[in-house]
């Protein structure tokens, strides 16, 4: 069995979620519900916590899987904050003002002076509005987008930086995140990515007959190749599949092209073990290269597709 169906294997018993994963806190109920209305159900997986430790713990346990999170301004925001810095904790972060919570901010001077001008976890944190809260999911990729370009040596005007060890430590901390949160995207968004890259000019469809004929001469030399050496347990033959795939996508070549390449050959090694006076009852093994090969195909396919509400700066870094 081949790396890719292992993948297929092991998706199916349980990988992490695709999803972007967000934790709310907010002491107010309503708010909190007219939020979590706002937010897309198909990019976001959400928690939501009103309470200061349980958020904090919760964070605590899981930063290697959050991903962003969103904090209605309150009196609590300080504490909050200044637990995950000293914790050494940085994650993508959107500050909602809501008007009764800045009413409730100017009973805090620090905090009001925060909610109009001072950066208080780190540079990439967003502030959003009331008036913007319809836009929460552009703030959401906007907070991910400028934590993703927050240099780790940038000055950071935090309020609660205080000793050069802890610093370091919190500069390491943004590091692993950034990376790990960019692998998650990578993952996530990658052949959507490669899709909005795909010259269609370089589609079968639109290839001359000699072009045409060329590259089904390529994709069947290839397609051989990996038939030969499937069942060797060769260390090139994942190699060979990906090379294979990937030049049938950039091809928009379809699934049925492909199990006509795959007739078109076990044909012919069909002939030739007649020609020799054998059974070939033993091509029928080479089913499974084809379910591999097009489920791998497929599933580059299937999440190639776009989405109505996709970030093109999550993909290509534009601003």
């Known amino acids: 069995m081949s790396d890719y169906q292992n993948q297929?294997?092991?998706?199916?018993?349980?990988?992490?979620?695709?999803?972007?994963?967000?934790?709310?806190?907010?002491?107010?109920?309503?708010?909190?519900?007219?939020?979590?209305?706002l937010l897309n159900k198909d990019l976001y997986k959400i928690e939501c916590f009103s309470l200061v430790d349980e958020l904090v713990d919760f964070v605590t346990l899981n930063k290697e899987y959050l991903?962003?999170?969103?904090?209605?301004?309150?009196?609590?925001?300080?504490?909050?904050?200044?637990?995950?810095?000293?914790?050494?904790?940085?994650?993508?972060?959107?500050?909602?003002?809501?008007?009764?919570?800045?009413e409730n901010a100017q009973n805090d001077?620090?905090?009001?002076?925060?909610?109009?001008?001072?950066?208080?976890?780190?540079?990439?944190?967003?502030?959003?509005?009331?008036?913007?809260?319809?836009?929460?999911?552009?703030?959401?990729?906007?907070?991910?987008?400028?934590?993703?370009n927050l240099a780790p040596d940038s000055e950071n005007n935090s309020q609660f930086k205080d000793k050069i060890r802890q610093e370091d430590g919190v500069r390491k901390s943004l590091t692993s995140q950034q990376r790990r949160l960019t692998e998650k995207i990578q993952e996530r968004?990658?052949?959507?990515?490669?899709?909005?890259?795909?010259?269609?000019?370089?589609?079968?469809?639109?290839?001359?007959?000699?072009?045409?004929?060329?590259?089904?001469?390529?994709?069947?030399?290839?397609?051989?190749?990996?038939?030969?050496?499937?069942?060797?347990?060769?260390?090139?033959?994942?190699?060979?599949?990906?090379?294979?795939?990937?030049?049938?996508?950039?091809?928009?070549?379809?699934?049925?092209q492909i199990l006509e390449i795959h007739m078109e050959i076990i044909d012919d090694f069909s002939y030739q073990l007649q020609i020799e006076g054998r059974s070939d009852d033993v091509l029928l093994d080479y089913r499974l290269p084809l379910i591999d090969i097009t489920a791998h195909l497929c599933e580059i396919y299937r999440r190639s597709i776009p989405g109505n509400d996709i970030s093109l700066e999550l993909l290509f870094g534009v601003e």
């Not at 297929?8 to 979590?36: A, D, Y």
């Not at 008036?131 to 929460?136: A, D, M, V």
């Not at 072009?211 to 347990?233: A, D, M, P, V, W």
């Open 189 to 256: 968004l990658g052949y959507l990515g490669v899709f909005y890259k795909r010259n269609s000019n370089d589609f079968y469809r639109n290839l001359n007959s000699e072009e045409q004929q060329q590259l089904n001469l390529e994709l069947s030399n290839s397609y051989r190749k990996i038939l030969l050496n499937y069942f060797n347990e060769s260390p090139q033959i994942n190699k060979l599949i990906d090379e294979f795939v990937d030049r049938a996508f950039f091809a928009d070549i379809s699934t049925s």
């Open 8 to 37: 297929n294997i092991q998706s199916k018993k349980g990988s992490v979620s695709s999803k972007l994963h967000l934790c709310l806190f907010s002491t107010q109920q309503q708010f909190t519900q007219s939020i979590i209305k």
């Open 109 to 148: 001077d620090f905090l009001a002076d925060f909610a109009i001008t001072d950066v208080l976890y780190h540079q990439a944190e967003v502030l959003l509005y009331t008036t913007q809260l319809r836009e929460i999911n552009s703030y959401i990729k906007l907070a991910i987008t400028k934590f993703l």
């Open 67 to 102: 991903d962003c999170i969103l904090l209605v301004n309150n009196t609590y925001i300080v504490s909050i904050l200044k637990r995950l810095w000293h914790s050494e904790i940085l994650l993508p972060t959107v500050i909602i003002n809501a008007e009764s919570s800045v």
